[in-house]
């Protein structure tokens, strides 16, 4: 079971970037998906999520109105478009997926790797 993510690079600040997450060795259509982040001295925080069938979405504070979390259960694939980009944003990207609902638990059980997001200023 792996959780590849891709789609992190440099950006300028106000600038977008689009992150996706693949899954292979099975099908997570039934799971919860997320994305967390992890800057530099700081511990992994979350950043949005996306229940089993698309309906229910929930993001940090810090992202609302300019992140949005999608998915496609018959690609395996969640994504996260991230617009107005700020320099806070800047951090390894992380994507997860977890077979309980949306917000029932703060573990999930699978990881992706992650990818480098940077913001310049």
């Not at 099975?26 to 982040?37: G, L």
């Amino acid at each position: 079971v792996q959780l590849q993510a891709s789609g992190g690079g440099l950006v300028q600040a106000g600038g977008s970037l689009r992150l996706s997450c693949a899954a292979s060795g099975r099908t997570f259509s039934t799971y919860t998906k997320a994305w967390f982040r992890q800057a530099p001295g700081k511990e992994r925080e979350f950043v949005a999520g996306i229940g089993w069938s698309g309906s229910s979405t929930s993001y940090a504070d810090s992202v609302k109105g300019r992140f949005t979390i999608s998915r496609d259960n018959a690609k395996n694939t969640v994504s996260l478009q991230m617009n107005s980009l700020k320099p806070e944003d800047t951090a390894v990207y992380y994507c997860a997926a977890d077979r309980y609902g949306l917000g029932y638990r703060p573990q999930y059980d699978y990881w992706g790797q992650g990818t480098q997001v940077t913001v310049s200023s």
